[in-house]
């Protein structure tokens, strides 16, 4: 079968597009190399614009069904002891990606896309002009598009020989499930050096621990008492939540070498939405609503392809302009303010001034995340 869009990766972006042009009434193939259900490494942080994307891809009430759990502050700490407390604009929401992927991708199989999962994609050859061929361990498919929802860094990137994939870079995040502290309805932000951490809580009840850091913490001694290594230990009030919390995941979930370096748009003409198009940094907590946000941005411009009233280059150059107003501003001040929180002197200067100053502290939420969309 010739699919009219092949997108790889069921994610919260490859399962947005899907849904989205199924809708439209385009024949769609969803190609994902996990086994659903699954957990992901993720903060599992849903920012507050994500409302409106989940009642236009009919999925809110079943959001509700599950428990998410409504999130109204934010804590932020620093390993020096400066710490800033503050409301939401609006209310986020803590949702496992074991929940909200199954709910997507079940979706997208109610409306009749063709949902293959346990499928590895090994390469993608062709162009906007002549089709695509997906080659994937099932077989290989035909696509008029292809859409790149494939991950912060997959081996496919290496395979396409993507620019950024050629780049060493020093960052290691980890993710785990714990019990035995009530944060309520905040999610936290911990510092400490070369890394931060953050708490939040998610529809079981249990807190989602997600902490990124330069690869030579990981390298570091492991607390004796709390088993994590000792810069984390560092913040005291990180390492108080890791002396009343256990573990109730089997085991940690890793990805080595995260990358916040500028992605391209299109490669090999591939269209690439969410954190496979740019990936904005952890500390901004906006992720998961950008993923979703990006497949709003891609499909209508794919829908004009498809029908013949956007040539290659005119889809290309809209696309990448879009992107560019929507995100580009958000990815740079989440590179700056990454930069500084990893680093203990300028992370406890800022979070002073935003205790001192606290419109700055609401200022620096509201500018790195998008704004509620209209229903």
């Known amino acids: 079968m010739n699919y009219d869009a092949i997108a790889i990766g069921a994610g919260l ?28 490494l993720c903060g599992e942080f849903l920012s507050i ?9 009919g999925i809110w009430e079943r959001v509700l069904k599950v428990g998410a759990h409504p999130i109204h502050r934010a804590y ?20 496992s990606r074991y929940q909200l992927d199954l709910i997507l991708f079940q979706r997208a199989q109610d409306l009749n896309v063709t949902c293959l999962d346990n499928t590895k994609v090994t390469n993608v050859t062709g ?28 081996s496919l990137d290496r395979i396409l020989d993507r620019p950024f994939s050629q780049k060493r870079s020093p ?20 510092s400490f050096p070369n890394g ?36 984390l230990a560092q913040n005291p009030v990180l390492a108080d939540r890791f002396r009343q919390m256990e573990r109730v995941s089997p085991s940690l979930q890793g990805l080595s070498q995260i990358s916040f370096a500028i992605k391209e748009n299109f490669y090999r003409d591939i269209c690439m939405i969410g954190d496979t198009a740019g990936m904005i940094t952890p500390l901004c907590g906006d992720g998961m609503a950008m993923a979703l946000r990006s497949a709003e941005i891609a499909v209508p411009l794919v829908a004009r392809f498809l029908e013949h009233q956007l ?23 989440g590179r700056i303010m990454h930069h500084c929180f990893v680093r203990p002197s300028l992370a406890h200067t800022g979070v002073n001034l935003c205790q001192m100053l606290p419109n700055l502290g609401n200022w620096l939420i509201g500018a790195t995340r998008g704004k509620p969309q209209p229903i």
């Open 171 to 190: 960052w290691i995040a980890y993710k785990g499930h714990f019990t035995g502290v009530d944060i309520k309805d905040a999610i936290e932000l911990h």
């Open 311 to 333: 040539t290659a280059i005119a889809f290309k150059h809209s696309y990448e302009k879009a992107w560019e107003k929507e995100f580009q501003t958000r990815l740079q001040l």
């Open 127 to 154: 162009n906007l002009e002549a089709g695509f061929q997906v080659h994937t361990n099932k077989g290989n498919f035909s696509g008029r598009l292809v859409l790149g929802a494939f991950g912060k860094r997959s």
């Open 49 to 57: 614009e994500v409302t409106a994307a989940f009642e236009n891809l």
């Open 76 to 95: 932020l700490t620093t390993s020096g002891g400066a710490s800033f407390r503050s409301s939401l604009p609006s209310t986020a929401l803590g949702l």
């Open 13 to 40: 972006s490859g399962c947005s597009a899907a849904i989205q042009l199924a809708k439209l009434g385009y024949r769609v193939l969803l190609l994902e190399q996990g086994n659903y259900p699954m957990h992901k």
């Open 196 to 231: 931060y951490c953050g708490l939040s809580q998610i529809e079981t009840g249990e807190i989602n621990v997600c902490w990124i850091a330069h690869e030579r913490v990981m390298k570091e001694p492991t607390h004796q008492d709390l088993g994590i290594p000792t810069s």
